[in-house]
């Protein structure tokens, strides 16, 4: 039985460049295709047929075989392409394609939102994690890199008795702490900027602001603790990851090689999540608690911010810096309520105290190496 | 495609069946083609939603695929001579091509995101350069190995590392030499990649000239200059005048005192920030301006500058080349060019970006209505040559974010 299914239809034989105007017969399982002069140019079986391209008017299908790979049979949409596709075995059919109806898109659209929703969330903790396996050099480089970029041209404090009890205090408070930093603490010489930094690899900057307004020693004991528990958690590796992760990860999606190129800008724009903050706010009371020093010298610090925070004004935008990473105040202050019944020591005497208040009457250039 | 003569410049005279078999080819009366594109916009947009959201869905996997699918759409839609174009690649095939080249582009990358550690990480700029070429030829030959046309396919000889060679020696002499040697380089790396083409087993010819691009790169160059210097005296005039209170037709006691923000409607604003408002006087406002214009007008200058020499390299590259006995011939000219170009910058910029898939429209049709094939296409016979045995392409090409053209 021979079925015509389709006349005057284009074919390419694969082996020249020439256009065939053929005939297409269906007898039993084979494809004949045949020429205006009758001659036979392929015969093909059922089996070996493949469709490379579905019609899609005005182009036409593609159907080919695996015998004359290069061979390409055009057919337009319509009933001799129906008739070949019901008889051609499903595993040589064209593989699925995503849909283009407009309808389709609000699926897509819907389906992008809740990526977007999951990548934004659940991938940054998943990152963050890598933070663990980070060696400590190469975390060391991007703490010196960041700490550059954040001092500027601003100037170490470098008076000699000032550094010793800061140092002192450091060594005290890391006795507490389970991590192998080397710790690197200093005092910048800015009285504009009310905060405190850590950065990867145990680099910590106080600016001289926030001992010039401490009312005690505590106050400064604090800070200390508070940031360096940042680095003991690793939030500063974490957030670096996080953040270069997410630049990676968004530039895959949108091709985009400039932000790779940027990525080491990223370094520099390094926020605390909430999370982290408290978190580093627990573990700074227990680590001095343990040391018998007072936490209401944070307490009372946070309070300070606290209390700027409903009237900023143009000139009180120093503090804003502090706030954006620094949230929920309030909350973090009730958080350090200490124990009434603890009896507390002087974390250092007053002829220390006095030492770390004039540690900027000597500066020296702000230098990583 | 209803009828092939609508194709044609001219309709063919009772086109005699070409002779295949071992007679040397006689071109008939020479005829003028053009290519043909019937593709649509809105498929196109089509195409690209998907492209948008399926990137976002697979964190930029399915970009490879996306883009496959795109390309399959477009080549479909181009017709020579009544017969479509076929592009046979595949997701999976760009998918395994970046696989492939991902070790690279952590080696070379990284480093360079990491120079603020060190800025010796920047030295990797230069195996990075040398890649480039790697990928504009790897990916060109993937390009043709995946075209086809009357079921021949294009084939591209000749060696990849050669061709980078080349194009990084005229990179560094196009530094040494201050671009004057541009014209001469673009036109011997278009040599390189078409004395090496293939469709089927005809061989494309390229015998281009730098000689005549030189005239149209220079007065490109000089449009650049003098543009330059006519913004630098501005903003210089702007800022000497700014300096000396030379305000030349502006009351500046009406920009000394406070009575200025009143006269503007800034009362309220005043009271609240009038020490801010204070520094938004004539001054700044000139400078700003000035600063503005130099700095945005650059980015429209070069492209506008650069498309006299542009439209002269994309004739030349038309007039040089041969396949068989077909000749080629591109009618850009910089005027034609530029307004295309700033109706395309405008389109992009009133829309948001969102007109996008319309600019590839547009770019897709002038290509398509400046280019013509001269010969006898019916007399053009092609045996199939020889497969390229790519099973992936294009992975440093997509690493680069380059795009290596067709042509």
């Known amino acids: ?369 | 495609m209803n009828n092939e003569s609508d194709m044609a410049f001219e309709e063919p005279e009772a086109s005699p069946e070409p002779t295949t078999e071992n007679k040397p080819i006689k071109p008939g009366k020479a005829k003028k083609y053009v290519l043909d594109y019937d593709g649509k916009t809105g498929a196109l947009y089509k195409l690209f939603l998907l492209d948008f959201f399926m990137r976002i869905i697979t964190i930029g996997i399915y970009s490879f695929w996306g883009k496959t699918r795109l390309r399959k759409y477009i080549f479909s839609r181009h017709a020579l001579d009544g017969d479509r174009f076929e592009y046979t690649g595949t997701g999976g095939e760009l998918f395994k091509g970046f696989l492939k080249v991902l070790p690279i582009l952590v080696i070379l990358f990284v480093p360079l995101a990491l120079q603020g550690v060190n800025p010796l990480f920047s030295l990797f700029y230069i195996p990075l350069v040398y890649c480039v070429g790697i990928a504009i030829y790897g990916a060109t030959r993937y390009r043709y190995s995946r075209t086809r046309w009357r079921g021949v396919r294009g084939y591209l000889d000749g060696s990849t590392i050669g061709y980078a060679n080349l194009a990084f020696g005229r990179m560094l002499l196009n530094f040494i030499t201050l671009g004057f040697a541009i014209p001469s380089s673009d036109i011997a790396k278009h040599r390189y990649i078409m004395n090496n083409a293939y469709f089927g087993n005809v061989k494309a010819e390229f015998t281009g000239d730098s000689k005549v691009l030189f005239g149209a790169y220079i007065k490109s160059m000089l449009l650049v200059f003098f543009l330059f210097i006519a913004l630098g005296g501005l903003f210089y005039a702007s800022f000497a005048m700014a300096q000396n209170g030379d305000y030349s037709g502006y009351d500046q006691s009406q920009y000394s005192s406070e009575k200025k923000y009143d006269d503007m409607n800034f009362s309220e604003f005043n009271s609240e920030f009038g020490h801010l408002a204070g520094e938004l006087n004539a001054h700044t406002f000139i400078i700003a301006t000035a600063s503005f214009l130099v700095i945005f007008i650059p980015f429209l200058i070069f492209p506008i500058a650069r498309s006299i020499y542009v439209a002269a390299l994309m004739r030349e590259k038309m007039r040089g080349l041969k396949v068989g006995h077909l000749k080629f011939m591109c009618t850009v000219t910089a005027g034609k060019l530029i307004k295309h170009k700033m109706a395309n910058a405008l389109i992009l910029l009133l829309t948001l970006g969102l007109g996008f898939p319309y600019i590839v429209q547009r770019n897709i049709r002038f290509m398509v209505r400046h280019h013509i094939i001269m010969g006898d296409l019916k007399a053009f016979q092609a045996e199939q040559g020889k497969d390229q045995g790519l099973t992936s392409g294009e992975g440093l090409e997509t690493g680069f974010d380059i795009d290596a053209g067709f042509f």
């Open chain 1, 1 to 369: 039985m021979s079925v015509n299914v389709a006349s005057a239809v284009k074919f390419y034989d694969g082996k020249t460049s020439k256009v065939h105007i053929v005939d297409v017969v269906f007898s039993g399982s084979i494809l004949h295709i045949t020429d205006s002069t009758g001659d036979n140019l392929a015969s093909w079986s059922i089996a070996t047929i493949k469709i490379l391209e579905p019609p899609s008017p005005p182009v036409p299908g593609i159907i080919s075989s695996d015998v004359a790979p290069d061979a390409r049979l055009h057919i337009e949409a319509g009933k001799g392409w129906t008739y070949i596709k019901s008889r051609i075995p499903r595993h040589n059919k064209k593989l699925w394609l995503l849909p283009t109806h407009w309808s389709s898109f609000f699926g897509y659209g819907l389906v992008s939102v809740l990526s977007l929703a999951f990548l934004f969330i659940m991938f940054p903790r998943v990152l963050g994690n890598l933070a663990l396996i980070m060696p400590a050099s190469w975390e060391n480089a991007l703490g010196e890199h960041v700490m550059e970029t954040m001092v500027g041209s601003d100037r170490t404090c470098s008076a000699a008795d000032g550094q010793k009890v800061l140092n002192d205090m450091t060594r005290k408070i890391q006795g507490q702490m389970t991590r192998d930093v080397k710790y690197d603490v200093r005092v910048i010489n800015n009285n504009y900027m009310l905060n405190a930094f850590a950065a990867p690899g145990g680099h910590i900057i106080i600016y001289k602001k926030i001992i010039d307004d401490a009312g005690s020693p505590e106050e400064l004991v604090g800070i200390l603790a508070h940031e360096m528990a940042h680095v003991e958690l690793r939030h500063a590796s974490k957030s670096v990851i996080r953040n270069l992760g997410l630049g990676y990860t968004l530039s895959a999606i949108f091709g985009n090689v400039g932000t790779l190129e940027s990525a080491a800008s990223l370094l520099s724009q390094m926020s605390y999540s909430r999370e982290d903050e408290r978190s580093a706010d627990a573990h700074a009371k227990k680590t001095l608690s343990a040391l018998n020093i007072n936490p209401r010298g944070l307490q009372e610090f946070l309070e300070r911010v606290a209390e700027m925070e409903p009237n900023i004004d143009i000139k009180g935008i120093e503090f804003l810096s502090y706030l954006s990473s620094h949230p929920d105040t309030r909350e973090r202050i009730k958080a350090l309520e200490q124990d009434q019944t603890q009896r507390y020591t002087a974390p250092m005497s007053e002829r220390e105290w006095n030492a770390v208040r004039s540690i900027c009457d000597q500066t020296k250039p702000t230098t990583y190496e």
